[in-house]
Each structure stands twice: as structure tokens, then as C-alpha cells.
T-cell receptor
């Protein structure tokens, strides 16, 4: 089945140690999104790629970066994770009207 | 700034009863309103959406109502089942915005009692 895959599902990192989260899709969608979702809160958009064009949200910290080497893959890099970055990170894709979400990666920062 | 928000953080409902989840929005420029269901440990799952030029749309056991006069959106679930227990988010999309970005509301947790 076509889907959005996120690896790993759970990631533990140390304060200040760079971490990369991965997302892949088999839907061949041209838009990919990264959201941060903290406990009991709504997903918050960090940035998205429209094809190769990167679009950053105005309030996304510089600590968060992203790469999209090809249509299928997108990465979220957190350069120096702080305790406040502990959250669920959701990847989503779309070609138009609907966004399809992956299962998320839960990040713990020690 | 523009925002989408919910009135009730938690809704407890008896199995078999109907559920109504409410959402208030403030951005009149949104073209689509969407309801997502998020089960514990999973990503949001699309339930149903409605265009801004519609008042009502029905799906399987779900109905979305849009009242543009008071900027109010609701999701009705008929004959609520245990599998409906989840957090429900409303979201709005400005179709002309780059990448069809979504703005999510605060979420309502639905607990179905057996």
C-alpha cells in the first residue's frame, strides 16, 4: 500500500547532540511537510517542500533544518536539541487537497 | 493572527450515542475545512472536509456542518463506537497559500464509554 513512512518511530538523543529524523513516501506526492506536535497540542507546521522549493515557517527556530534529496525522501535535522524540542514529529505529504500523515517519530531529549 | 480553535477539550459519550465536536475559526479566507482523527501514537487521519461554499457534507457516519455567519464548524459522529475514541482536530486550508498549508485547531479528545 502507498504510504508515508517515518523512521525511527522513537528516537532518544542527548541535549545538544544533533539528530536526524527520516520520512519517505511511496505516494509520489510533490509536497512534503514537517510538523511538530507536543503533548495534548495540535500539530504545528515547521516547514514544507513544494517539489524542491523549501518553505520555512516564520516562527520555526534556526535549530531546525530540512533536506529533500529526491521526491521520496525528506529529512528533519535538529542541530542542537534542547529539552523543549521533545515532541512528536509528523511528516505529511500531499499532491493537492488532502494531506497524508505518517505515524510520527517521538523524540526524547535527555 | 488567524487561528482555528475548539470549545471543548474533552467529550465523553456513551457508546451508541451521537457525538458533536465543535470548532471556531477566524480566517474568512480559508477555502477548505478539514477534520482529522488522531489515535494514540499515530499520525492524524483524514475524516472529511468541506468547501467554504457548502453548509453540510455527509460521509459514512460523519457529518460536517459549516456556519460561515458565525465562523463555526462541527463534526457529528452517528452511533459512536469504541473505535471512535481519539483526539479530533479541525483544520483550515487556504487553497491559494503555498503548498496548501493547514492550520490546526486545538483538538478535542473523545472518550467513548461502553
Amino acid at each position: 500500500d502507498a504510504m508515508v513512512i517515518q523512521n525511527p518511530r522513537y528516537q532518544v538523543t542527548q541535549f545538544g547532540k544533533p539528530v536526524t529524523l527520516s520520512c519517505s513516501q511511496t505516494l509520489n506526492h510533490n509536497v512534503m511537510y514537517w510538523y511538530q506536535q507536543k503533548s495534548s497540542q495540535a500539530p504545528k507546521l515547521l516547514f514544507h517542500y513544494y517539489d524542491k522549493d523549501f518553505n520555512n515557517e516564520a516562527d520555526t527556530p534556526d535549530n531546525f533544518q530540512s533536506r529533500r534529496p529526491n521526491t521520496s525522501f525528506c529529512f528533519l535535522d535538529i542541530r542542537s536539541p534542547g529539552l523543549g524540542d521533545a515532541a512528536m514529529y509528523l511528516c505529511a505529504t500531499s499532491r493537492g487537497r488532502e494531506q497524508f500523515f505518517g505515524p510520527g517519530t517521538r523524540l526524547t531529549v535527555l | 493572527g488567524e487561528s482555528v480553535g475548539l470549545h471543548l477539550p474533552t467529550l465523553s459519550v456513551q457508546e451508541g450515542d451521537n457525538s458533536i465536536i465543535n470548532c471556531a475559526y477566524s480566517n474568512s479566507a480559508s477555502d477548505y475545512f478539514i477534520w482529522y482523527k488522531q489515535e494514540s501514537g499515530k499520525g492524524p487521519q483524514f475524516i472529511i472536509d468541506i468547501r467554504s461554499n457548502m453548509d453540510k457534507r455527509q460521509g459514512q457516519r460523519v457529518t460536517v456542518l459549516l456556519n460561515k455567519t458565525v465562523k463555526h464548524l462541527s463534526l457529528q459522529i452517528a452511533a459512536t463506537q469504541p473505535g471512535d475514541s481519539a483526539v479530533y482536530f479541525c483544520a483550515e486550508r487556504q487553497i491559494k497559500a503555498a503548498g496548501n498549508k493547514l492550520t490546526f485547531g486545538g483538538g478535542t479528545r473523545v472518550l467513548v464509554k461502553p
